[in-house]
């Protein structure tokens, strides 16, 4: 199997994986309230903060007046502190992604233990806040990461709108439309704050065009657990 080829199918699996798991997995987050007229969706990002594209995102959402809720890495709270703490600032929901983002379906139960706890553990240290909240990285999850999750008290969360901006040759026209297609009350949507050349080209256009018109047509973004 080519790369290309495995990265599309993760697509697939993020993006409609969601609508069959979640009636098999109900203790997770799968959607926020959806604070009924009010059109209400939620709009979060996954593996930073990153010094090339926190910062924009972070003046899109304020130029924007949007909150939203960044799920973060351990290791990139660790390297990048005052954006981890900037994020907070700015009144951002945090929530943490592990510390090294580790497949929880491919490595050892007490090593994504660890991992989790030290992701939390770096998150309060660095920014004096106590996350609330878990994405497992690639949404991959175990009965021994729901418990140490809850241990820690932190609610599991997934999605319902994964637009795919991680993939090779996707485009900012082709986020933008996958999210609006899909869009409905309560939809937690998933971007990237990362490294990844694809992100880092196009997730912050996206970001905007995806405002704009999710504005206009009357819908509210809220950071989750507020």
Same mark, same amino acid.
């Given at each position: 199997?080519?790369? $290309? *080829?495995?990265?599309?199918?993760?697509?697939?699996? %993020?993006?409609?994986?969601?609508?069959?798991?979640?009636?098999?997995? &109900?203790?997770?987050? =799968?959607? %926020?309230?959806?604070?009924?007229?009010?059109?209400?969706?939620?709009?979060? !990002?996954?593996?930073?903060p990153t010094p090339h594209?926190?910062? *924009?995102?972070?003046? #899109?959402?304020?130029?924007?007046?949007?909150?939203?809720?960044? !799920?973060?890495?351990?290791?990139?709270v660790a390297a990048h502190?005052?954006?981890?703490?900037?994020?907070?600032?700015?009144?951002?929901?945090?929530?943490? @992604?592990?510390?090294?983002?580790?497949?929880? =379906?491919?490595?050892?139960?007490?090593?994504?233990?660890?991992?989790?706890?030290?992701?939390?553990?770096?998150?309060? $240290? /660095?920014?004096?806040?106590?996350? @609330?909240?878990?994405?497992?990285?690639?949404?991959?999850?175990?009965?021994?990461?729901?418990?140490?999750?809850?241990?820690? %008290?932190?609610?599991?969360?997934? =999605?319902?709108?994964?637009?795919?901006?991680?993939?090779?040759?996707?485009? &900012?026209?082709?986020?933008?439309? &996958?999210?609006?297609?899909?869009?409905?009350?309560?939809? #937690?949507?998933? *971007?990237?704050?990362?490294?990844?050349?694809?992100?880092?080209? @196009?997730?912050?256009?996206? /970001?905007?065009?995806?405002?704009?018109?999710?504005?206009?047509? %009357? =819908?509210? !973004? +809220?950071?989750?657990? +507020?």
């Open positions: 199997m080519t790369e $290309s *080829l495995r990265k599309r199918l993760e697509y697939l699996m %993020g993006a409609y994986g969601p609508s069959l798991a979640r009636h098999v997995a &109900r203790g997770l987050m =799968w959607q %926020g309230p959806s604070h009924g007229s009010q059109k209400s969706v939620y709009l979060t !990002f996954d593996d930073g594209l926190t910062p *924009l995102l972070l003046d #899109i959402l304020n130029e924007m007046q949007v909150k939203a809720t960044f !799920f973060l890495l351990g290791r990139q502190p005052d954006l981890a703490r900037e994020i907070i600032r700015r009144r951002h929901a945090v929530g943490v @992604h592990g510390y090294a983002h580790l497949d929880a =379906w491919a490595t050892d139960a007490d090593q994504i233990e660890s991992d989790l706890r030290e992701s939390v553990s770096t998150l309060y $240290s /660095v920014t004096g806040s106590q996350p @609330h909240l878990y994405r497992p990285p690639y949404g991959r999850f175990t009965r021994r990461t729901r418990v140490v999750a809850a241990e820690l %008290g932190l609610r599991t969360v997934m =999605w319902g709108i994964m637009p795919g901006d991680y993939l090779p040759g996707v485009t &900012r026209s082709q986020l933008t439309d &996958r999210v609006m297609k899909r869009l409905k009350p309560g939809a #937690i949507i998933v *971007l990237h704050d990362s490294a990844n050349p694809n992100v880092r080209q @196009h997730t912050a256009p996206a /970001v905007r065009e995806i405002l704009e018109r999710a504005l206009t047509g %009357g =819908w509210k !973004f +809220r950071a989750l657990g +507020r």
